[in-house]
């Protein structure tokens, strides 16, 4: 069952899988996680249906998120984080946290080598 892995059996985590799971920190529907993935990333990832849904299929398997039924409206389906799913999220952001500390001063050090 999903629920008992180790948080660090999901880790590291692809950048859409991460947009989606910062987007449901609040409940969304589909067209709602598009947007606001597009939002977060200032327009960089733009995220299409096939993808979106086929990540939220997996997502809902894996027990990271779950479909939320007192909200849903004519068709559409709200998704939020479950309880693993904000531990997933939470480590994956100290995971990147811990890798931009620990390179950056030699990441500084490189800086006009290439000019």
Same mark, same amino acid.
């Given at each position: 069952?999903? @629920?008992?892995? @180790?948080?660090?059996?999901?880790?590291?985590?692809?950048?859409?899988?991460?947009?989606? +799971? +910062?987007?449901?920190?609040?409940?969304?529907?589909?067209?709602?996680?598009?947007?606001?993935?597009?939002?977060?990333?200032?327009?960089?990832?733009?995220?299409?249906?096939?993808? +979106?849904?086929?990540a939220l299929? @997996?997502?809902?398997?894996?027990?990271?998120?779950?479909?939320?039924?007192?909200?849903?409206?004519?068709?559409? @389906?709200?998704?939020? +984080?479950?309880?693993?799913?904000?531990?997933?999220?939470?480590?994956?952001?100290?995971?990147?946290?811990?890798?931009?500390?620990?390179?950056?001063?030699?990441?500084?050090?490189?800086?006009?080598?290439?000019?």
């Open positions: 069952m999903a @629920k008992y892995k @180790k948080i660090e059996s999901f880790l590291p985590l692809t950048h859409t899988t991460y947009y989606i +799971l +910062l987007a449901l920190i609040s409940p969304a529907h589909g067209y709602g996680i598009m947007q606001e993935v597009k939002a977060i990333t200032h327009g960089e990832i733009a995220l299409g249906p096939g993808t +979106l849904y086929g299929s @997996k997502l809902t398997k894996q027990g990271l998120i779950t479909k939320l039924e007192e909200f849903a409206t004519n068709r559409r @389906k709200y998704y939020t +984080l479950t309880p693993l799913g904000r531990q997933v999220v939470k480590a994956e952001y100290e995971r990147i946290k811990s890798l931009v500390e620990n390179s950056s001063e030699l990441i500084q050090g490189l800086e006009g080598e290439d000019e």
